[in-house]
């Protein structure tokens, strides 16, 4: 309710117009209506003399240029104000890293964790989150062999996290390894995290990878119901439907897969394939 949000948080600034820090908020709601101009006109006011709040000011004129110009301009930007702050700060390093493993700049994002590794307790839980996340930028590269070390030490430190637990086990789907292990793992998972969308997919998934179609069915229309506009679930929702000869159904579910904004370029064009040539057996 962005109106009285933004109402409160006005009145707040007059009431005390020294606490800056208050126009973060502000910030926030702005950025998501798209008033860019305004969000832009409040960073502004925030020093550079504090380096977290100059840092939250940096991510979020980031955000700004993603959304108004393109991607490669936006990590342009973040990497050279990046490079300026000269930091050792843990945080700053831990979300720069996440940055650019949103960018896809798996790489940058490893070498960022590797360096954090060295300065964190190794029996820690931030330990165990930072294995688990340059253990997902490793499986990005394709390198399986490091991925699967970080994520399994990570699962040993983080007493079998199960968000941990799906990825690794998931990528092991996907890579046609140790299907009846990974499996297990996800049933462990789900037990602990009763309906999560993710967990409740990679599940469904794993079934229909030894070909126990009925339960796939179940676990896939769950995560359908839990993310209805994840266009992966979508997908295997609609491959499972196939296989249980509902070919009209599957094609229903492949053709919104088509209409969600996330789906991506290389995605779509294997799900044109399907819908004219289904998919074989």
Do not use: C
Request: hydrophobic share 35%; charged share 30%; aromatic share 14%.
């Amino acid at each position: 309710i962005y109106d009285k949000s933004n109402f409160y948080l006005i009145l707040s600034n007059y009431l005390n117009p020294n606490f800056k820090y208050n126009n973060t908020l502000l910030v926030e709601n702005y950025i998501d209506n798209k008033k860019y101009k305004l969000a832009d006109r409040l960073l502004k006011q925030i020093s550079k003399d504090d380096i977290i709040y100059n840092w939250y000011k940096i991510k979020k004129k980031t955000e700004i240029i993603n959304e108004l110009q393109n991607q490669d301009k936006a990590l342009s930007y973040i990497q050279n104000q990046f490079s300026l702050l000269e930091t050792d700060e843990n945080k700053i390093l831990y979300d720069m890293a996440g940055i650019y493993k949103n960018f896809k700049k798996y790489d940058s994002a490893i070498e960022l964790y590797t360096y954090l590794l060295k300065s964190i307790n190794p029996e820690s839980e931030a330990y165990a989150d930072i294995l688990y996340r340059r253990g997902g930028s490793y499986e990005r590269t394709k390198d399986f062999s490091s991925a699967d070390k970080d994520l399994l030490k990570s699962l040993k430190i983080s007493n079998k996290n199960p968000y941990v637990t799906n990825y690794l086990a998931y990528s092991w789907l996907e890579r046609n390894y140790n299907i009846d292990q990974a499996l297990n793992m996800l049933k462990e998972a789900n037990k602990s995290k009763k309906d999560d969308p993710y967990i409740t997919d990679s599940l469904g998934w794993g079934y229909f990878l030894i070909k126990e179609y009925v339960l796939a069915e179940k676990h896939l229309r769950r995560a359908v119901e839990l993310m209805p506009y994840d266009p992966i679930v979508n997908d295997h929702y609609g491959d499972i439907l196939w296989m249980l000869k509902r070919k009209v159904q599957a094609r229903y579910f492949w053709k919104s897969v088509l209409t969600l904004e996330e789906t991506s370029e290389e995605m779509r064009k294997k799900i044109k394939n399907k819908i004219i040539f289904g998919i074989n057996s």
